[in-house]
């Protein structure tokens, strides 16, 4: 397991545009960003596989965040852009061991991080 710490969540507007970071304390194979709002689960958002060559993303943030990564920092970014309040959550970054590929189930990453709070207002 990895030591995953997120940052640049943050309070915008509507249509507006955050990127959020996910750092690693050292390698780290597929990787995925989850969100969580008030009163609901936890639920998928974008993954990425060990070489940033394959990435998947849920029907809702298609086409609207791109997830990438830098191997050579240990980094995974989530490019967060049109936002609408129904973005609003706590986004989490997690790690998969290295016999997964990219995966949207939550049960397959092993490491998470605590979490960055994102804010769209309308």
């Known amino acids: 397991q990895v030591q995953l710490v997120e940052s640049g969540g943050g309070l915008v507007q509507a249509g507006g545009s955050l990127r959020l970071s996910c750092a690693a304390s050292g390698r780290t194979y597929a990787m995925g960003w989850f969100r969580q709002a008030p009163g609901k689960e936890r639920e998928f958002v974008a993954a990425i596989n060990w070489n940033g060559g394959s990435t998947y993303y849920a029907a809702s943030v298609k086409g609207r965040f791109t997830i990438s990564r830098d191997n050579a920092k240990n980094m995974v970014y989530l490019q967060m852009n049109s936002l609408k309040p129904e973005d609003t959550a706590v986004y989490y970054c997690?790690?998969?061991?290295?016999?997964?590929?990219?995966?949207?189930?939550?049960?397959?990453?092993?490491?998470w991080g605590q979490g960055t709070q994102v804010t769209v207002s309308s």
């Open positions: 997690a790690a998969a061991p290295v016999q997964y590929g990219l995966s949207a189930n939550a049960r397959v990453y092993d490491s």
